[in-house]
């Protein structure tokens, strides 16, 4: 039996689990983030540490190879900013998701979506990642400290919750945080209230308020950088085996800009609630 469920099963399972609507905004976006990456020649860039991933297809009786690592990529279920696009769309009105100023017309620049959490549908979708969950038995969960994202983790890893003590570490890091600035759904609330609402995660390394956030919207550019940073991060950690909970647009840049996927079909974006086993290894090219 594998150890990690194939990239494809749980794409399926995620796809059945998606309204129309939710796929012509995941299809239309992705296409509108993919082709600009082109555009700004953010694809194929040569950076000192290859980063290169393939699916995870580990059996229970084979171990990674020296130097690599399982990092189990999650994207967070539905929020109310996605139910918003969603809702949008079906109303017939036009937006444009990647506008570098504020748009009345872009849902996701709506005032009232500050930090925004998961629907109910986004609740469901976490949880029937559980049953995965335990298979993959990480030995970390990392997570973007926006509670989107903070909310998939702990529902889908609910077997290494207890109240507010986990058993192994949950860790806040800014590194997986969605791309910043602009829209208020990608600005974090102060690490006080998080806290108070999330006592089992590790907030230690994260300034009271959001670092990242500006009144412009962060660069294609900085994005990838910052995942880059964040996989040498990772790379440095003891752990081997380890769970990150994040987001569309940033997990669009890392597959597209930073990994180098041995499977053209772990460059697409993922579906909200979506889990997607990677194997990691990373080469100096100075070596």
Request: glycine content about 4%; aromatic content about 6%; proline content about 5%.
């Amino acid at each position: 039996k594998p150890l990690w469920p194939k990239r494809t099963e749980l794409a399926a399972m995620a796809d059945s689990a998606q309204s129309a609507t939710a796929l012509e905004v995941l299809k239309a976006e992705g296409e509108s983030v993919r082709r600009t990456l082109q555009q700004e020649g953010l694809i194929g860039v040569r950076r000192p540490i290859r980063v290169k991933a393939r699916a995870a297809t580990a059996t229970a009786s084979q171990s990674l190879s020296e130097g690599e690592k399982a990092i189990h990529f999650v994207r967070h279920g539905q929020g109310f900013h996605n139910l918003l696009a969603e809702l949008y769309r079906e109303m017939g009105k036009t937006y444009d998701v990647l506008a570098k100023q504020h748009d009345d017309n872009n849902p996701y620049c709506r005032r009232e979506l500050v930090d925004v959490p998961l629907t109910a549908l986004g609740r469901k979708e976490a949880a029937k990642l559980q049953e995965v969950a335990q298979e993959i038995a990480p030995e970390v969960v990392v997570l973007s400290p926006l509670c989107r994202a903070t909310q998939t983790a702990l529902i889908a890893f609910a077997h290494l919750v207890d109240r507010q003590s986990t058993k192994v570490p949950f860790i806040a890091h800014e590194g997986c945080h969605e791309i910043s600035g602009l829209y208020p759904c990608d600005l974090r609330r102060s690490i006080t209230e998080m806290q108070r609402e999330f006592p089992a995660v590790d907030y230690s390394g994260i300034s009271e308020e959001d670092s990242l956030w500006k009144e412009t919207r962060e660069s294609w550019k900085e994005l990838a950088d910052r995942a880059y940073d964040f996989m040498l991060w990772i790379r440095d950690r003891p752990e081997r085996n380890i769970a990150v909970a994040t987001h569309s647009a940033w997990l669009n840049v890392l597959c597209n800009c930073v990994l180098e996927c041995a499977d053209p079909s772990l460059e697409l974006p993922f579906h909200t609630g979506e889990l997607r086993s990677l194997i990691i290894s990373f080469e100096d090219r100075a070596a």
